[in-house]
């Protein structure tokens, strides 16, 4: 499977501190099905890009060396996790710190508190910039909690979404449980990925997870989910629509 957003990298935001923390994710998510992750760290301030490039470009060669070195079967992807308000109006180069150099830009918000016309301004502006946002995990958001048709409004204006496999999995509350479960369902999500910060606490134990989706969430949701959609993600190629034979709820899992 792969991991579409994951904090993997030391020493460049609030993931793993060290080689050894990153390691340890990295040795978590290989044993439980993950075999490519993108390294999305935090990216606050578009002003930053040039310092987080040089320092992302080198964790990720120390890591991919240390994996290398250790046989460790999984590949490492270049991306980041950008922080998307106001600035984004004046910002340059954003396609710098897209997913594996695509046009995939995976993005974030505040938590609360904006409003339907500045979010849909901002992924506009994403999207004038020839990127394609990806909204990462949207059930966190209380504005999405609150309004699922302006979720299926921007997805419906070509913007994607990836919700957390925690939220799916019924670990982090009601709330965004219910809204990750129904972009599931109404197909409005591409994408499930860890957002894993540590091995500690919020992990890539993404097998463990599935096991505690709903049932109802059928094999061929979760191979579109955590590998056709991203694949063509990190391959820069279109994402195609999820095929309507996968509606039916069979029940089959991995
Ligand atoms: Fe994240």
Avoid: W
Avoid at 48 to 74: C, H, K, Q
Avoid at 180 to 186: E, L, P
Wanted: net charge negative; proline share 4%.
């Amino acid at each position: 499977m792969i991991d579409l957003h994951s904090h993997v990298l030391f020493d460049i935001d609030d993931g793993p501190e060290t080689l050894y923390e990153s390691m340890r994710l990295c040795e978590m998510g290989v044993e439980y099905g993950i075999d490519r992750i993108a390294a999305t760290s935090h990216l606050y301030h578009p002003d930053e890009i040039a310092t987080f490039l040089r320092r992302r470009n080198d964790r990720v060669l120390r890591l991919r060396e240390e994996i290398s070195r250790r046989g460790l079967p999984l590949r490492i992807y270049a991306g980041a996790e950008v922080f998307v308000d106001d600035s984004i109006f004046q910002a340059q180069h954003l396609e710098k710190v897209t997913l594996n150099g695509s046009r995939y830009l995976l993005i974030e918000f505040e938590f609360h508190g904006l409003s339907a016309r500045r979010l849909i301004r901002y992924v506009d502006t994403v999207f004038e910039m020839g990127l394609v946002p990806i909204i990462a995990h949207p059930e966190r958001y209380s504005f999405l909690q609150q309004d699922f048709a302006l979720a299926q409004f921007l997805a419906e204006r070509g913007a994607y979404f990836q919700i957390n496999a925690d939220s799916l999995a019924g670990l982090t509350g009601f709330e965004e449980f219910d809204l990750a479960y129904r972009m599931v369902r109404h197909r409005t999500a591409s994408f499930i990925a860890t957002d894993a910060h540590s091995h500690l606490a919020r992990g890539n134990d993404l097998l463990r997870m599935i096991r505690s989706f709903p049932p109802d969430i059928s094999r061929e949701t979760l191979d579109y989910m955590l590998y056709t959609a991203p694949s063509c993600v990190l391959s820069d190629k279109e994402i195609p629509p999820v095929r309507r034979s996968e509606h039916r709820h069979d029940g089959q899992r991995f």
